[in-house]
């Protein structure tokens, strides 16, 4: 069965390095999200993704994050200058349509910034 | 802005129980979810509803879109259903999820 994957599973940085968070989505889907999960709080919405740019945003995705879809298969999270309180559980999903809009979760990666 | 509201926020249950999770939300959805977030992290899908009932082997979840209320039941409990179950909704203006605080449920056997 088709999954979401993402690498790595966890990242340990240093406050102020940047950090790459790479996602490869189910190959036939076309809209791409990621999400956060600071420990203990619930899952919140940063960014999706369609058609090569953000379709959407919230709050939290500031300047200091960006979103790319480098080639035909893989869909990252960049942010730049790590802060401590980026360190989170990072969800990246996938989904087929817009109208069906069930979407597919990866296994996290969790981001520790020291 | 949309509220999602969990209760309870913390259940135990004895092996065999039937259990129900509820979910409220304030304004007008395209579709509800329940997710399955296990101790690794790691997030399911369980059910997508707009409306209705819909039944995934012991799983049951059901909407009232007029109350903006879902339930999502579990029969015949198992240690193995142990887990977040979170509740999330999509607008009917954009494509991002919504999350509920999530309900952490442990069965006991």
């Known amino acids: 069965e088709p999954e979401v994957t993402q690498t790595p599973s966890h990242q340990v940085t240093q406050m102020g390095q940047e950090v790459i968070l790479r996602c490869v989505p189910i190959?036939?889907?076309?809209?791409f999200y990621w999400y956060r999960q600071i420990l203990g709080q619930k899952v919140e919405f940063l960014v999706s993704?369609?058609?090569?740019?953000?379709?959407?945003k919230s709050e939290i995705f500031d300047d200091q994050f960006s979103v790319e879809r480098p080639d035909g298969s893989n869909f990252t999270l960049k942010i730049r200058s790590t802060k401590l309180e980026d360190s989170a559980m990072y969800f990246c999903?996938?989904?087929?349509?817009?109208?069906?809009?069930?979407?597919?979760f990866g296994p996290g990666t969790r981001l520790t910034v020291l | 802005k949309n509220e999602v509201e969990q209760s309870p926020q913390n259940l135990t249950a004895q092996e065999g129980e039937f259990i129900t999770i509820n979910c409220s939300y304030s304004?007008?959805?395209?579709?509800l979810h329940w997710l399955q977030q296990h101790p690794g992290g790691g997030i399911v899908s369980l059910f997508m509803?707009?409306?209705g009932k819909k039944k995934h082997g012991r799983l049951i979840a059901t909407i009232n879109i007029q109350e903006k209320h879902s339930s999502l039941h579990i029969t015949a409990s198992h240690p193995r259903d142990s887990a977040v179950y979170i509740c999330?909704?999509?607008?009917?203006?954009?494509?991002?999820?919504?999350f509920g605080t999530g309900t952490s449920l442990t069965v006991i056997p």
């Open positions: 509803l707009s409306s």
């Open positions: 999903a996938s989904s087929g349509d817009w109208s069906y809009n069930e979407q597919f």
């Open positions: 993704f369609y058609n090569n740019e953000i379709s959407e």
């Open positions: 304004v007008g959805i395209s579709a």
């Open positions: 190959s036939n889907h076309l809209y």
């Open positions: 999330a909704v999509s607008l009917d203006t954009g494509n991002q999820f919504y």
